[in-house]
């Protein structure tokens, strides 16, 4: 069960981070360029039928595997235990994605314009960068340390 669990949740990360790069590297600076927000939600549209199941993967099975590692979850932010804290740093980031994703969603998004793609790209950049630190905390985790 545990291989099975770890492979979705492996999944979920290239699905999530793989596809957050390709919008931060190459879509978004097209938008960017052309000063037009329907290439972000071109992709978007596209993207997001794969990458928010991959995040519900992602958070179902990455509880799963903090419970399986670190029983306790009082554990899960101590730094007494290295893959306890390294769970409390993932669950840290999937906040900090939580709270840029809903801050995007409700206040940028409906908004979206030539104007408001700078603050928007913010947004897609944070959210690349915290799940390339997901993916480095999940590494911490499997192979103890750097």
Not at 7 to 20: D, K, Q, Y
Not at 39 to 47: H, K, M
Not at 104 to 132: D, K, Q
């Amino acid at each position: 069960m545990f291989y099975t669990i770890l492979a979705l949740h492996l999944l979920g990360a290239a699905i999530w981070t793989g596809g957050h790069l390709v919008l931060a590297f190459t879509v978004l600076p097209r938008a960017l360029r052309a000063g037009d927000p329907r290439v972000l939600t071109d992709f978007e549209a596209g993207y997001e039928r794969i990458g928010i199941p991959a995040l519900l993967v992602q958070v179902a099975t990455g509880l799963w595997l903090a419970l399986y590692l670190v029983p306790d979850w009082r554990d899960w932010f101590s730094a007494a235990d290295p893959v306890g804290a390294a769970v409390g740093v993932k669950l840290a980031l999937l906040a900090a994605t939580a709270a840029l994703a809903l801050n995007a969603r409700f206040r940028v998004i409906p908004r979206l314009s030539a104007e408001t793609l700078p603050l928007m790209g913010w947004h897609i950049r944070g959210v690349t960068l915290f799940s390339v630190l997901f993916v480095l905390a999940g590494a911490f985790i499997r192979t103890g340390g750097l």
